[in-house]
């Protein structure tokens, strides 16, 4: 019998409790995604799910882990999950292939596998396709509402696995952008109108645009909402970061929108469209990359919110909650150094938490490797 | 569980972080408080308070009573050791002591003899009509000591030294909080002899010459608190006031206890005296009552014991030595999984059922199979800052634990690693089950056995540099004597040369000459040589 150390109470939470409440949570935005967009976002889920879990255990294999435990941690799975919620619902099976496996080999298991990467993997899938095949990655079917042709069932598996369809116009008609069978997101629509010198309200005409974003959109954001809240009251993601991403996203659009309505979107706008939910809920809050000190919770989310406003309003972008999780996620160590709480008994901060100053900082950077 | 609706009659400040872990304590503190009978043989451990080994001063095969002093102090910070019962020493020698290291130290074993006889007591005459400065501080403060009192909240420290300062103290706190899950102790304690505990603080408070009394407990005690509220009236005592504080883990914490009823801090590298506070638990405050009112020494104490191995869970009077083994079996217990002493949140496991309990002892856990969380197996850290959250002293536990794991001390220090007070609470909301308590021990034990190497090795340097100073001088010394014989001598010499002064002279005249004549020899010689 060996002597183990207190505490000895059962423990209430566990690694593959919070994964699996991750999932769960996401399902309204899911089946708002379904509705909208069509079977093609169920199988970018299974081909994205399918390839995490077979890269994970491959990498596992090769660097001598355990690979039972840590399959059956759920944290490959919700990667390839969440990135798969972010990808358009007819793209190649190959670039989810790629996105995925990229995610797991080059984000997670380079930098020592889970808890010791820098950088959020579903977003380093998603940049790594978004900036490598802009076309298809931008490239969404209407939603369901709008379609004049809606694509069926075996036509979606048809169009991702080879590329062709039952009917070789749909095929063609999607490659080259044709409405009716593609769409822009209402992000992507009023970049462009007000990149042809169009106003807000003019572009706001559209029939994609309409309630609190765009057709389909804020249902996608309103699902997402609920299942972020749903997660908050079950205290899996603690609530400073969504919070935080809102209310940066609201620091900068909403003085925009104030300076010119005609030029600048309204915040409503902006956080019910593209992937703003389910980036503040389900993504910045990724415990991994995100900052865990009190302030630098606040921190880390406002920054997210304001990079994504500003790079959604002048960047070449129509969204960008993946760039800002990514550049946010490169100042977290320092972040995390400069926002050390107070310890109890000891006076109004010590500064940066050291006794010893400036020159320390560059070895904090979350002392990984030794895992 | 039940709550009190009890209102505070202080208000109660924040502590942040705090764990809600599930109570067990309905198993243990619904029957009355009951005794066991006596042990076949009483094992008592001479270490089992913080501070030195008591010296025992019985042999083996004498006869003690019970409460007969039988290992004395070893210094003052130490505490003196008194049988549990009456009966006979059978043997002074190492055994395996309650320690989480499972390591053999000295103890008595005293065999009973049945008869639970006293040795004559000696109680502070007419105590309840003594007044503050009637009472010598003196004179408590050796009864105390005399007693064998320590702290019975936990870490067993000489209660004669805890209360030697005597200026500027303006509240006592007896901590009832007993935030530990299945502990019920104090709750029982309180239950059945509220009186006597408040008794034995009004004693305390009187060596402060009558200061603030504050009695801080857990809502989740609703008997107690109507039990204090009730003693308090009978004893017509108005300086105490109850302080009802939510439940939380650690709130009995004594940093935390004093921040919720104080909404202080005691600072860094402080102690709470430098507040103005003195903390005591209730159970010794039961202890002084009973060694001052009744000359009663700390013979025996309250223990939980519970569990879901323990057939009858409840609070028991047990002699300090009584083995853990003789527990189970008395209280009829099925064959426990594993053994806790103290409570699931910060006790440990007993590394055999054969050692005696010990003045800290505050509680037996029996466990069944899979009641406690020991089982679980440990992944990598999320860093999802659960842990932060939790941390009543607002640590970053998960920082900690990078840094202790990869041996890099004088960061996990950085971070603050002694401010940590163990409690558990990280390790108890870490989804991926890491023992990081373990690794906070670890990395604390790891720097106080280097810093006493670190002493070790400078004063081996300065020993060394003494030795080397040492014999340079003794070369000096030597080199100086031979100097001062070499000159000695060729002042004798000298003297010695003076007188032939004339003589010197011709030979040298004549010694030039000789040389002259050699030189031209031969040059002589050379130059028939080269013809």
Same mark, same amino acid.
């Given at each position: 019998?060996?002597?183990?150390?207190?505490?000895?109470?059962?423990?209430?939470?566990?690694?593959?409790?919070?994964?699996?409440?991750?999932?769960?949570?996401?399902?309204?935005?899911?089946?708002?995604?379904?509705?909208?967009?069509?079977?093609?976002?169920?199988?970018?889920?299974?081909?994205?799910?399918?390839?995490?879990?077979?890269?994970?255990?491959?990498?596992?294999?090769?660097?001598?882990?355990?690979?039972?435990?840590?399959?059956?941690?759920?944290?490959?799975?919700?990667?390839?999950?969440?990135?798969?919620?972010?990808?358009?619902?007819?793209?190649?099976?190959?670039?989810?292939?790629?996105?995925?496996?990229?995610?797991?080999?080059?984000?997670?298991?380079?930098?020592?596998?889970?808890?010791?990467?820098?950088?959020?993997?579903?977003?380093?899938?998603?940049?790594?396709?978004?900036?490598?095949?802009?076309?298809?990655?931008?490239?969404?079917?209407?939603?369901?509402?709008?379609?004049?042709?809606?694509?069926?069932?075996?036509?979606?598996?048809?169009?991702?696995?080879?590329?062709?369809?039952?009917?070789?116009?749909?095929?063609?008609?999607?490659?080259?952008?044709?409405?009716?069978?593609?769409?822009?997101?209402?992000?992507?629509?009023?970049?462009?109108?007000?990149?042809?010198?169009? @106003?807000?309200?003019?572009?706001?005409?559209?029939?994609?645009?309409?309630?609190?974003?765009?057709?389909?959109?804020?249902?996608?954001?309103?699902?997402?909402?609920?299942?972020?809240?749903?997660?908050?009251?079950?205290?899996?993601?603690?609530?400073?970061?969504?919070?935080?991403?809102?209310?940066?996203?609201?620091?900068?659009?909403?003085?925009?929108?104030?300076?010119?309505?005609?030029?600048?979107?309204?915040?409503?706008?902006?956080?019910?469209?593209?992937?703003?939910?389910?980036?503040?809920?389900?993504?910045?809050?990724?415990?991994?990359?995100?900052?865990?000190?009190?302030?630098?919770?606040?921190?880390?989310?406002?920054?997210?919110?304001?990079?994504?406003?500003?790079? @959604?309003?002048?960047?070449?972008?129509?969204?960008?909650?993946?760039?800002?999780?990514?550049?946010?996620?490169?100042?977290?160590?320092?972040?995390?150094?400069?926002?050390?709480?107070?310890?109890?008994?000891?006076?109004?901060?010590?500064?940066?938490?050291?006794?010893?100053?400036?020159?320390?900082?560059?070895?904090?950077?979350?002392?990984?490797?030794?895992? | 569980?039940?709550?009190?609706?009890?209102?505070?009659?202080?208000?109660?400040?924040?502590?942040?972080?705090?764990?809600?872990?599930?109570?067990?304590?309905?198993?243990?503190?619904?029957?009355?408080?009951?005794?066991?009978? *006596?042990?076949?043989?009483?094992?008592?451990?001479?270490?089992?308070?913080?501070?030195?080994?008591?010296?025992?001063?019985?042999?083996?095969?004498?006869?003690?009573?019970?409460?007969?002093?039988?290992?004395?102090?070893?210094?003052?910070?130490?505490?003196?050791?008194?049988?549990?019962?009456?009966?006979?020493?059978?043997?002074?020698?190492?055994?395996?002591?309650?320690?989480?290291?499972?390591?053999?130290?000295?103890?008595?074993?005293?065999?009973?003899?049945?008869?639970?006889?006293?040795?004559?007591?000696?109680?502070?005459?007419? *105590?309840?009509?003594?007044?503050?400065?009637?009472?010598?501080?003196?004179?408590?403060?050796?009864?105390?000591?005399?007693?064998?009192?320590?702290? *019975?909240?936990?870490?067993?420290?000489?209660?004669?030294?805890?209360?030697?300062?005597?200026?500027?103290?303006?509240?006592?706190?007896?901590?009832?909080?007993?935030?530990?899950?299945?502990?019920?102790?104090?709750?029982?304690?309180?239950?059945?002899?509220?009186?006597?505990?408040?008794?034995?603080?009004?004693?305390?408070?009187?060596?402060?010459?009558?200061?603030?009394?504050?009695?801080?407990?857990?809502?989740?005690?609703?008997?107690?608190?109507?039990?204090?509220?009730?003693?308090?009236?009978?004893?017509?005592?108005?300086?105490?006031?109850?302080?009802?504080?939510?439940?939380?883990?650690?709130?009995?914490?004594?940093?935390?206890?004093?921040?919720?009823?104080?909404?202080?801090?005691?600072?860094?590298?402080?102690?709470?005296?430098?507040?103005?506070?003195?903390?005591?638990?209730?159970?010794?405050?039961?202890?002084?009552?009973?060694?001052?009112?009744?000359?009663?020494?700390?013979?025996?104490?309250?223990?939980?014991?519970?569990?879901?191995?323990?057939?009858?869970?409840?609070?028991?009077?047990?002699?300090?030595?009584?083995?853990?083994?003789?527990?189970?079996?008395?209280?009829?217990?099925?064959?426990?999984?594993?053994?806790?002493?103290?409570?699931?949140?910060?006790?440990?496991?007993?590394?055999?059922?054969?050692?005696?309990?010990?003045?800290?002892?505050?509680?037996?856990?029996?466990?069944?199979?899979?009641?406690?969380?020991?089982?679980?197996?440990?992944?990598?850290?999320?860093?999802?800052?659960?842990?932060?959250?939790?941390?009543?002293?607002?640590?970053?536990?998960?920082?900690?634990?990078?840094?202790?794991?990869?041996?890099?001390?004088?960061?996990?220090?950085?971070?603050?690693?002694?401010?940590?007070?163990?409690?558990?609470?990280?390790?108890?909301?870490?989804?991926?089950?890491?023992?990081?308590?373990?690794?906070?021990?670890?990395?604390?034990?790891?720097?106080?056995?280097?810093?006493?190497?670190?002493?070790?090795?400078?004063?081996?340097?300065?020993?060394?540099?003494?030795?080397?100073?040492?014999?340079?001088?003794?070369?000096?010394?030597?080199?100086?004597?031979?100097?001062?014989?070499?000159?000695?001598?060729?002042?004798?010499?000298?003297?010695?040369?003076?007188?032939?002064?004339?003589?010197?002279?011709?030979?040298?005249?004549?010694?030039?000459?000789?040389?002259?004549?050699?030189?031209?020899?031969?040059?002589?010689?050379?130059?028939?040589?080269?013809?």
């Amino acid at each position: 019998m060996s002597i183990l150390s207190s505490p000895f109470a059962k423990k209430p939470n566990s690694v593959t409790q919070m994964m699996l409440w991750v999932v769960i949570a996401t399902l309204p935005g899911l089946f708002a995604l379904l509705y909208f967009f069509g079977y093609g976002v169920l199988i970018n889920l299974i081909i994205a799910c399918s390839v995490a879990l077979l890269t994970e255990a491959f990498i596992l294999k090769i660097r001598k882990r355990p690979i039972a435990p840590i399959l059956w941690d759920g944290s490959a799975f919700v990667t390839a999950w969440l990135l798969a919620l972010a990808l358009p619902p007819l793209l190649p099976w190959w670039m989810t292939v790629l996105g995925t496996s990229f995610a797991i080999v080059f984000a997670k298991h380079v930098y020592g596998g889970l808890g010791n990467n820098i950088f959020n993997p579903a977003m380093v899938g998603y940049v790594l396709l978004l900036i490598s095949f802009p076309l298809e990655m931008t490239t969404w079917l209407p939603p369901q509402e709008l379609a004049a042709n809606p694509v069926g069932f075996i036509e979606t598996i048809a169009i991702i696995f080879t590329g062709a369809a039952s009917d070789p116009t749909t095929v063609d008609s999607l490659k080259q952008g044709v409405d009716g069978f593609t769409m822009a997101t209402p992000l992507d629509h009023v970049k462009t109108e007000l990149a042809q010198g169009y @106003r807000i309200p003019e572009a706001e005409s559209a029939a994609i645009i309409t309630g609190l974003s765009g057709v389909g959109w804020q249902w996608v954001n309103l699902g997402f909402l609920a299942g972020g809240l749903v997660l908050l009251f079950k205290r899996i993601i603690g609530w400073q970061i969504p919070i935080a991403v809102l209310l940066g996203m609201g620091l900068v659009s909403l003085p925009l929108f104030f300076a010119n309505s005609d030029h600048y979107l309204f915040p409503m706008f902006h956080g019910f469209a593209g992937a703003t939910m389910l980036g503040a809920f389900f993504i910045a809050t990724d415990p991994v990359t995100a900052s865990t000190t009190p302030k630098g919770r606040w921190i880390f989310g406002l920054g997210i919110g304001v990079i994504t406003v500003l790079i @959604r309003t002048f960047g070449g972008y129509p969204d960008a909650i993946a760039f800002a999780v990514l550049l946010m996620n490169m100042t977290v160590p320092m972040i995390d150094y400069y926002t050390k709480p107070r310890v109890y008994g000891h006076k109004a901060n010590k500064g940066h938490g050291t006794k010893k100053g400036h020159d320390e900082k560059v070895h904090v950077i979350k002392a990984k490797g030794a895992n | 569980m039940e709550r009190s609706n009890f209102t505070s009659e202080i208000p109660i400040f924040e502590i942040p972080g705090g764990i809600h872990p599930e109570e067990h304590k309905l198993q243990s503190n619904q029957a009355e408080i009951r005794r066991i009978p *006596l042990a076949d043989e009483l094992v008592i451990n001479l270490k089992g308070q913080a501070g030195n080994r008591s010296l025992p001063v019985v042999n083996v095969g004498d006869k003690v009573l019970k409460g007969q002093m039988i290992a004395e102090c070893d210094g003052v910070f130490s505490a003196y050791q008194h049988a549990p019962t009456s009966g006979e020493v059978i043997a002074i020698e190492e055994r395996t002591i309650a320690h989480p290291s499972g390591l053999d130290d000295l103890c008595i074993v005293i065999k009973p003899d049945g008869e639970d006889t006293w040795t004559e007591l000696s109680p502070v005459e007419n *105590l309840e009509g003594l007044s503050g400065k009637e009472l010598s501080r003196e004179k408590i403060l050796a009864q105390i000591f005399e007693k064998g009192i320590v702290g *019975l909240g936990g870490a067993s420290f000489p209660s004669h030294i805890k209360l030697k300062q005597k200026d500027n103290i303006h509240t006592l706190i007896i901590n009832a909080a007993e935030c530990e899950p299945y502990v019920t102790c104090d709750d029982k304690l309180l239950q059945e002899h509220a009186e006597e505990v408040l008794k034995g603080a009004e004693i305390i408070s009187k060596l402060y010459h009558d200061i603030k009394i504050i009695v801080g407990i857990e809502d989740n005690k609703p008997k107690a608190i109507e039990a204090l509220d009730l003693a308090r009236k009978n004893l017509e005592l108005d300086n105490i006031k109850l302080a009802v504080v939510p439940t939380k883990y650690p709130s009995g914490g004594e940093k935390q206890l004093i921040q919720l009823l104080t909404g202080q801090e005691v600072p860094h590298g402080k102690l709470p005296v430098d507040l103005g506070l003195v903390m005591h638990n209730v159970g010794t405050c039961f202890a002084i009552y009973q060694a001052l009112a009744l000359g009663k020494p700390l013979v025996e104490r309250l223990v939980t014991l519970t569990g879901e191995a323990c057939q009858q869970p409840g609070n028991y009077w047990i002699p300090f030595g009584t083995p853990i083994h003789h527990l189970v079996k008395a209280t009829g217990s099925t064959q426990p999984k594993r053994l806790i002493m103290g409570g699931p949140m910060m006790g440990y496991e007993l590394p055999s059922d054969q050692v005696g309990i010990v003045k800290a002892t505050n509680c037996i856990i029996m466990s069944a199979d899979g009641e406690l969380g020991m089982d679980q197996t440990a992944l990598p850290c999320i860093r999802c800052g659960k842990c932060m959250d939790a941390c009543p002293a607002s640590l970053l536990p998960q920082q900690l634990y990078w840094h202790a794991q990869a041996d890099e001390f004088d960061k996990a220090e950085e971070y603050d690693l002694f401010d940590c007070i163990e409690c558990g609470a990280c390790a108890y909301v870490c989804p991926s089950h890491i023992p990081l308590v373990q690794y906070y021990r670890y990395a604390k034990s790891t720097i106080r056995n280097n810093r006493i190497e670190k002493i070790k090795a400078e004063k081996a340097r300065e020993r060394h540099e003494a030795r080397q100073e040492r014999l340079e001088r003794v070369k000096r010394e030597k080199a100086e004597r031979h100097r001062k014989a070499a000159e000695a001598r060729k002042k004798v010499a000298a003297e010695a040369g003076k007188k032939d002064a004339k003589k010197a002279a011709v030979q040298a005249a004549l010694a030039r000459v000789k040389a002259k004549k050699e030189a031209q020899k031969s040059t002589d010689d050379n130059q028939e040589g080269e013809l």
